[in-house]
């Protein structure tokens, strides 16, 4: 019984980390490539119009930190009084991690 009991304990938590992995790409496309692009150049109408950055600039990778970005995303960014990026509220906090991983992988 014991056996038993912790073998289904063991294919709960497995099936519970796969349920949890997270497709950054897929949710970068869903939720930031329209006005960062695709490949992450921000060559978007809207990208353009707000002065996104270039995440394939080292410059731009260097100067910003993990803890920033994911700043960024959860709270959004303001000039002002003026928001200029909205707050991701319908993320979660592993979501955003996994966008910030995913920016990463724009550096040359």
Do not use: W
């Not at 809207?46 to 700043?71: I, L």
């Amino acid at each position: 019984m014991k056996k038993l009991l912790t073998l289904t304990v063991v294919l709960l938590a497995g099936m519970s980390l796969s349920a949890q992995t997270i497709d950054a790409k897929a949710l970068y496309t869903k939720q930031c490539a329209k006005c960062h692009s695709a490949d992450g150049k921000g060559n978007t109408k809207m990208g353009k119009k707000e002065g996104v950055k270039d995440y394939t600039n080292p410059k731009v990778q260097e100067e910003m930190t993990d803890e920033r970005a994911f700043k960024s995303i959860k709270e959004g960014i303001k000039d002002g009084n003026k928001t200029v990026k909205k707050p991701a509220e319908d993320l979660t906090d592993a979501q955003i991690k996994a966008l910030v991983k995913y920016m990463r992988t724009f550096k040359p």
